[in-house]
């Protein structure tokens, strides 16, 4: 059974309850997925580099929230500590 398949039914139940066409719908469908099928590995990686963006927010401060929001996320993450979160990061 291909994805485009398997995404059918809900990309047309999407499409008929919302204003998304159905490959609107589909195309969201897929970035849900893909949203919450974030490693927390590539999760840490990728908030790091969002928050190095951020003006003022040190590498402390990243380390910090980076732990909190792993707690948030709907992927089984284990309490990571500054150390590992810094691994990760650099290696």
Known sequence: MTESTQLGPLADHLAKTSRLTTSEAQRLILEVISYFGETPEAFVVRRHQELKQVPG?????????????LG???????????????????G
Do not use: K
Request: proline residues 3%.
């Open 72 to 90: 948030s996320r709907l992927f089984a993450a284990p309490a990571l500590t500054q150390r590992q979160i810094r691994r990760i990061i650099y």
């Open 57 to 69: 927010m040190a590498n402390e401060r990243i380390y910090e929230r980076i732990g909190s929001e």
